[in-house]
């Protein structure tokens, strides 16, 4: 992710401001970043779900977060019970990343 992709959140959040919106002929898409954090110690991951804000960049760093969605902890007993939560299968998805206009 780049400095860029988080720029594009203040252009989308001004679509809301009344005639702005009209000039816009498609909403520019927000960028929002998935966090996690594996404790060892503990054996937990704690996640979260965030989006940039705007100006929340300094030092090449996201330092200032418009909203942030903190998921619940995971908690692992023991590396069986991973071993024992992985799926037999995962379901074939296909999707398309890219410009739309360009398919």
């Known amino acids: 992710m780049t400095e860029r992709d988080?720029?594009?959140n203040r252009h989308s959040d001004q679509q809301t401001l009344?005639?702005?919106?009209d000039l816009l002929s498609e909403p520019m898409p927000v960028?929002?970043?998935?966090?996690?954090f594996y404790s060892k110690a503990k054996n937990h991951i704690r996640v979260e779900?965030?989006?940039?804000?705007?100006d929340g960049f300094k030092d090449g760093y996201i330092r200032v977060w418009k909203e942030r969605i903190?998921?619940?902890t995971l908690e692992f007993g023991?590396?069986?019970?991973?071993?024992?939560a992985q799926p037999d299968s995962?379901?074939?998805?296909?999707?398309?990343?890219?410009?739309a206009e360009a398919s």
Do not use: M
């Open 6 to 8: 988080v720029w594009n």
């Open 49 to 54: 779900l965030s989006q940039p804000a705007p």
């Open 18 to 21: 009344g005639g702005l919106a």
């Open 31 to 36: 960028t929002w970043v998935l966090l996690y």
């Open 78 to 84: 023991s590396e069986e019970l991973l071993l024992d």
């Open 90 to 99: 995962t379901p074939d998805i296909d999707f398309l990343i890219g410009d």
């Open 70 to 72: 903190i998921l619940p």
